[in-house]
């Protein structure tokens, strides 16, 4: 499934990946993408869990279309803290995501 990203447009976005976590889709493509949405880290961190040795396991992949370094950087590392922790207390909460994986939560 194609995620495609328009800054102008975010809840459309945020419907999309409600429709991907709904339908059980567990590999989308992100395109158009600068920066890490919110969106886009709450897919990731839904399908976060940790496996019998607590390794972190994730069941949502992201791969990621991207022409430039520091996209590329941004992809690599851990969700940026900013999203993590409004979304994790309030509207767009991560029900179901076990909380201490959140961390790790990479796109």
């Known amino acids: 499934m194609n995620l495609v990203h328009d800054p102008s447009e975010p809840d459309i976005e945020e419907?999309?990946?409600d429709l991907y976590l709904r339908y059980g889709v567990k590999v989308i493509e992100a395109a158009a993408f600068m920066t890490i949405?919110?969106?886009l880290?709450?897919?990731r961190a839904?399908?976060?869990t940790r496996d019998r040795s607590g390794n972190v396991v994730s069941s949502?992949?992201?791969i990621a279309k991207i022409s430039r370094p520091e996209v590329a950087e941004?992809?690599?590392s851990p969700a940026p803290e900013r999203i993590v922790s409004r979304s994790a207390g309030g509207a767009q909460n991560y029900a179901g995501a076990s909380p201490d994986v959140k961390r790790d939560c990479r796109c």
Do not use: E, N, S
Request: proline share 6%.
């Open 15 to 17: 419907r999309t990946v």
């Open 37 to 39: 949405t919110p969106a």
């Open 41 to 43: 880290v709450r897919y």
């Open 46 to 48: 839904m399908g976060l």
């Open 60 to 62: 949502h992949k992201i």
């Open 74 to 76: 941004a992809f690599l």
